[in-house]
């Protein structure tokens, strides 16, 4: 068995469907090879910051293409998406932002800086870790596991 990561983005784009919808808000759309990008570019960028597998990730962000990005990018590295976390991914006055600790940054710098180490997927998840990822964000995963758009 592969990672989810593994699963909900890159097999789709192995298996030639990169062209294929991921998902689509009122900003637009995302390709699953668009959305691999972003979700690689966002996960390195956590991996920079000290997002680790096992970490828990508090994401608070309206529903929409950014929201699949970063539940992908946390779940690229396997770190838990989760009603609470060390670090947090929320948006204020209109911008999405980082927390973690005492640092805090907008999320696109932290995916620009992603883009000079994207995340691989893992090979493998830890034990559990496919529940707990699935159970936070079931409609954005199921979605992409069985290669529906998440729209």
Do not use: W
């Not at 699963?7 to 995302?30: N, Q, Y």
């Not at 559990?128 to 954005?140: K, L």
């Amino acid at each position: 068995m592969t990672s989810l990561g593994f699963e909900i983005l890159d097999r789709h784009v192995v298996e030639g469907r990169g062209d294929d919808l991921a998902c689509a808000d009122e900003t637009g759309s995302m390709t699953y090879s668009k959305l691999l990008e972003r979700a690689a570019e966002l996960a390195g960028g956590l991996r920079i910051l000290g997002v680790r597998s096992g970490d828990h990730v508090e994401i608070d962000l309206p529903a929409g293409n950014l929201l699949v990005a970063v539940v992908c990018a946390v779940i690229r590295i396997g770190a838990v998406p989760a009603a609470r976390g060390d670090t947090r991914i929320y948006v204020a006055n209109g911008e999405a932002r980082v927390q973690l600790h005492d640092h805090e940054l907008e999320l696109d710098l932290l995916r620009r800086t992603g883009r000079a180490e994207p995340a691989p997927a893992l090979r493998y998840d830890t034990p559990g870790f496919g529940d707990a990822a699935s159970n936070a964000f079931e409609d954005i995963v199921e979605s992409l596991l069985s290669g529906s758009p998440v729209v």
